[in-house]
Each structure stands twice: as C-alpha cells, then as structure tokens.
C-alpha cells in the first residue's frame, strides 16, 4: 500500500542552523501538508500547498518557515535558523481532494 | 481564539464496552469535524468526518454532531484492547479555510 515517506526520522540540530525535512508523499496525491506536534502537546497545522503554492498557512508557519516541491516527488520542510522551542514531531501529509489526508510517521526534530 | 476541548482521560473501559468521547469546539461557524486516532509515538490517522448534524456511522464508530450546543462525540462499539490510544478531535475554521484546530486528545484504555 502507498505511503507518505519522511526524512531524517530524527535529527538533533544546534539553535540557529537550517534544517531541512523531507517528504514523499503518495504518488496521485495533490494537496500536501506540514504539521507539528510539540511532545505532550496538540497537533498543530503548518501549512497546506496545492499546485505548487501555499493554499493556506497558520500563524505558526512565519518567516523562518519554508517550503518547496523541488522535484515531482519530495515535499520539503525548511526551517531556517532553528530555535529551542522548534523542538517537535513534524508530520507531512498528502492527500487526493479533501482532508483524506495520508500522514507519514514524522520526523523527530531536537534543537539544542 | 478558536478553541477545541477534550478530556484528557484516560477514558478507561473494559473490553466489548462501548467508549464515548466528546469535543467542544468555540468557533460557532465551524463546518468540518474530524476524529483521529494516535497511537502512543505515531502520526495520526483520520477514522470520522462529519459535516451536518446528528449521526453518522462507519463500522464500529459512530460520531455525533450537535452544532447548536458546539458539541462532537465519538462512540466506539465493542471496544477492543486495539483501540487503545489517544483520540483528536480536530475543527475547521468557518469560512471555507482547511486550517484545521486540533483538541489535545483524550486518552483511550480497553482493558481486556
């Protein structure tokens, strides 16, 4: 069955360096998503992107966020100059149409 | 501030029991209603939508819709110790957004 792929699984990264995330999502797919889950905590909604832009984005996704669909396949997360309270549970997700979405098994980010 | 409330639990039940699980949400216009399902270091999976009042079944799950009291529940017949895991409520934003607001969860035990 088809699923959504996530890189690195966890990275440890030092406060102020970029970090990237890596997604696959499911192969038809169109619409893809970001979102984070700080441990203990909600999930929180990042971003959405359709067509090759932002369809929507939270008061979370500000500048230092980014995201790219470099290729037809990969779906990427940036974060520019990590802080301490970036530390979370990123899930991409993908979807058809709707909120079927299909989450990947996240990758565990740790600032220190 | 829209907002999305669950009981933490645990929500303990034995198993063959059913389990019911509820959700406020503040933001009256809201259209979407979602339940997922997290098991313990894992990502989410979507197991209900439900978009106009009253009730709506699939299998061994039932949600129900009361927008007049802002209220969503999800029952779960014939328990099993599978189910265990935590359950999130999650709102769309009124106004045709996808931004979802997720509830912390409440914590499901079925104990054989």
């Known amino acids: 069955e088809p699923e959504v792929t996530q890189t690195p699984s966890h990275q440890v990264t030092q406060m102020g360096q970029e970090v990237i995330l890596r997604c696959v999502p499911i192969?038809?797919?169109?619409?893809f998503y970001w979102y984070r889950q700080i441990l203990g905590q909600k999930v929180e909604f990042l971003v959405s992107?359709?067509?090759?832009?932002?369809?929507?984005k939270s008061e979370i996704f500000d500048d230092q966020f980014s995201v790219e669909r470099p290729d037809g396949s990969n779906f990427t997360l940036k974060i520019r100059s990590t802080k301490l309270e970036d530390s979370a549970m990123y899930f991409c997700?993908?979807?058809?149409?709707?909120?079927?979405?299909?989450f990947g098994e996240g990758s565990w980010l740790t600032v220190v | 501030q829209k907002e999305v409330e669950q009981n933490s639990g645990p929500l303990s039940v034995p198993e063959g029991a059913i389990a019911s699980l509820n959700c406020t949400y503040s933001?009256?216009?809201?259209?979407?209603f979602f339940w997922y399902r997290q098991y313990s270091g894992k990502s989410p999976e979507l197991i209900m939508s439900?978009?106009?009042?009253g009730d709506k079944e699939d299998g061994r799950f039932t949600a129900q819709l009361n927008k007049a009291s802002q209220y969503v529940s999800l029952l779960i017949r014939d328990s099993q110790p599978s189910d265990s895991a935590t359950y999130l409520c999650?709102?769309?934003?009124?106004?045709?957004?996808?931004?979802?607001?997720f509830g912390r969860g409440t914590s499901l035990i079925v104990h054989p």
């Open positions: 999650a709102v769309n934003h009124s106004g045709g957004s996808y931004i979802p607001t």
């Open positions: 992107f359709y067509n090759n832009e932002i369809s929507e």
């Open positions: 439900i978009y106009s009042n």
């Open positions: 933001d009256r216009g809201s259209q979407s």
């Open positions: 997700a993908s979807s058809t149409a709707g909120r079927q979405e299909d």
């Open positions: 192969s038809n797919h169109l619409y």
